[in-house]
T-cell receptor, first 115, second 111 residues
Framework: DTEVTQTPKHLVMGMTNKKSLKCEQH?????MYWYKQKAKKPPELMFV???????INESVPSRFSPECPNSSLLNLHLHALQPEDSALYLC??????????????FGAGTRLSVL | GNSVTQMEGPVTLSEEAFLTINCTYT??????LFWYVQYPGEGLQLLLK?????DKGSNKGFEATYRKETTSFHLEKGSVQVSDSAVYFC??????????FGTGTRLQVFP
């Protein structure tokens, strides 16, 4: 099983709303990732959690707040977003060890629209 | 720094045609190389991988060979199907967990 589950699939929010995206995996992976993907562009890395600790923050604005409650779950809390934050948000996970075969498995994404 | 360059799309082919999507990379050391595919409205799926020079990754009729001398990882398929229509991303991973993606190549296959 190589499934990464993301909820919700679609989200529409206003600029004053607070919402959260959820990601779950049960592959025993210890690294989890958030990516943002705009239309016709490749995914852009936002955050990496390794062994439940934030290891990479790609200078993401503070209106995006990641959380890793345990090794299977990853959340992305959203607050005071802007219309330009509308995108597909992808979660991924990997074994998290420095292995050449360390493969990232992606979820189906949450399509976010900010009005 | 590390980078990946892919050919511009869209690539438009008739069913059963031969497919090549070019990918070249710049990296220090010996990166691992990947091809991911994204079908409309979906996330990314790993298509194939290669972790050292001269490795050939293959899956679902697609192949790519890790060529260190030409720093390339071109994707090929001998006979494409309509169901192969998607966006294909070449990616590399160096010494960290960070994946570096190319810009993606859209493939359109017509019956």
């Amino acid at each position: 099983d190589t499934e990464v589950t993301q909820t919700p699939k679609h989200l529409v929010m206003g600029m004053t709303n607070k919402k959260s995206l959820k990601c779950e995996q049960h592959m025993g992976h210890r690294a989890m990732y958030w990516y943002k993907q705009k239309a016709k562009k490749p995914p852009e890395l936002m955050f990496v959690y390794s062994y439940e600790k934030l290891s990479i923050n790609e200078s993401v604005p503070s209106r995006f707040s990641p959380e890793c409650p345990n090794s299977s779950l990853l959340n992305l809390h959203l607050h005071a977003l802007q219309p330009e934050d509308s995108a597909l948000y992808l979660c991924a996970s990997s074994q998290g060890r420095a292995l050449r075969e360390n493969i990232q498995y992606f979820g189906a994404g949450t399509r976010l629209s900010v009005l | 720094g590390n980078s990946v360059t892919q050919m511009e799309g869209p690539v438009t082919l008739s069913e059963e045609a031969f497919l090549t999507i070019n990918c070249t990379y710049t990296a220090t050391g010996y990166p691992s190389l990947f091809w991911y595919v994204q079908y409309p409205g979906e996330g990314l799926q790993l298509l194939l991988k290669a972790t050292k020079a001269d490795d050939k990754g293959s899956n679902k009729g697609f192949e790519a060979t890790y060529r260190k001398e030409t720093t390339s990882f071109h994707l090929e398929k001998g006979s494409v199907q309509v169901s192969d229509s998607a966006v294909y991303f070449c990616a590399l991973r160096g010494g960290t967990d960070k994946l570096i993606f190319g810009t993606g190549t859209r493939l359109q296959v017509f019956p």
